[in-house]
């Protein structure tokens, strides 16, 4: 399976194409079979991992059982057009699914191939939950000093905040140096662990799904920096299928 993510920053002028974009290209979307499963989302601040909805920054994740399908739909599909005809910066990254725990949407959309090695260290995570109405108000309080952390951690490169909705429907994307970087992060850095174990006693989330990636490719510009910048000597995988 081929995961991809792309990340689109539209001018001011164009943010009604890109509301307009998330019910339009549905339709497209729904009909394409070779796509196995994707969401239109849109973004936190400067993309960030943050509540607050900014209207420039919007995303699309797909899925795909080959390359083929997915390099098709990023030269051909109607989505992709629209995203790069209104946008002005784009970020893309193509992933090999390592791991994935729980559900997104009520299904578990990254298929595993147990057999596959990683060939690069480099990885990417993604974290996505649906919070419970009435815990709104708390889990908004504690989760910035969570992505604050993060940003400070040993191995930490990238990461970006989207969502289905701005407030209940929130998925965080991250880039570590390696896995062990990342689960210090996750397990051993004091807020990150006070929230996940807040996250289960107080039940603020009906819905949450985990997943590390491998990284195939990235391309683009995100926030003003090309990838290069990020990832100076990152390294290439051309086993994707």
């Given at each position: 399976?081929?995961?991809?993510?792309?990340?689109?920053?539209?001018?001011?002028?164009?943010?009604?194409?890109?509301?307009?974009?998330?019910?339009?290209?549905?339709?497209?979307?729904?009909?394409?079979?070779?796509?196995?499963?994707?969401?239109?989302?849109?973004?936190?601040?400067?993309?960030?991992?943050?509540?607050?909805?900014?209207?420039?920054?919007?995303?699309?994740?797909?899925?795909?059982?080959?390359?083929?399908?997915?390099?098709?739909?990023?030269?051909?599909?109607?989505?992709?057009?629209?995203?790069?005809?209104?946008?002005?910066?784009?970020?893309?990254?193509?992933?090999?699914?390592?791991?994935?725990?729980?559900?997104?949407?009520g299904i578990q959309p990254f298929t595993l191939d147990k057999n596959y090695k990683p060939i690069t260290q480099k990885i990417a995570v993604i974290t996505r939950?649906?919070?419970?109405?009435?815990?709104?108000?708390e889990f908004k309080s504690n989760i910035k000093r969570a992505a604050d952390q993060m940003k400070k951690s040993e191995g930490f490169i990238l990461s970006a905040?989207?969502?289905?909705?701005?407030?209940?429907?929130?998925?965080?994307?991250?880039?570590?140096?390696?896995?062990?970087?990342?689960?210090?992060?996750?397990?051993?850095?004091?807020?990150?662990?006070?929230?996940?174990?807040?996250?289960?006693?107080?039940?603020?989330?009906?819905?949450?799904?985990?997943?590390?990636?491998?990284?195939?490719?990235?391309?683009?510009?995100?926030?003003?920096?090309?990838?290069?910048?990020?990832?100076?000597?990152?390294?290439?995988?051309?086993?994707?299928?």
């Amino acid at each position: 399976m081929i995961v991809a993510l792309t990340i689109t920053k539209f001018r001011g002028v164009n943010i009604p194409f890109a509301f307009l974009g998330m019910a339009i290209l549905r339709i497209p979307l729904w009909l394409n079979r070779g796509c196995k499963f994707w969401k239109l989302m849109g973004s936190g601040k400067d993309a960030q991992v943050d509540l607050a909805p900014d209207f420039k920054h919007w995303s699309i994740i797909t899925t795909w059982d080959n390359k083929e399908d997915c390099d098709h739909f990023y030269a051909k599909s109607f989505p992709i057009k629209w995203f790069r005809l209104f946008g002005f910066e784009e970020f893309t990254i193509f992933l090999k699914p390592l791991s994935s725990h729980g559900l997104w949407s009520g299904i578990q959309p990254f298929t595993l191939d147990k057999n596959y090695k990683p060939i690069t260290q480099k990885i990417a995570v993604i974290t996505r939950a649906r919070i419970n109405f009435g815990k709104l108000k708390e889990f908004k309080s504690n989760i910035k000093r969570a992505a604050d952390q993060m940003k400070k951690s040993e191995g930490f490169i990238l990461s970006a905040g989207v969502g289905e909705n701005p407030f209940l429907d929130q998925a965080t994307f991250s880039i570590w140096e390696n896995t062990e970087s990342m689960k210090n992060y996750a397990y051993k850095s004091f807020d990150h662990a006070d929230i996940i174990k807040l996250t289960r006693e107080r039940k603020w989330y009906s819905e949450d799904l985990f997943a590390r990636f491998e990284i195939l490719q990235m391309q683009g510009i995100f926030n003003g920096k090309a990838v290069d910048d990020y990832i100076p000597f990152r390294e290439t995988n051309t086993n994707n299928n």
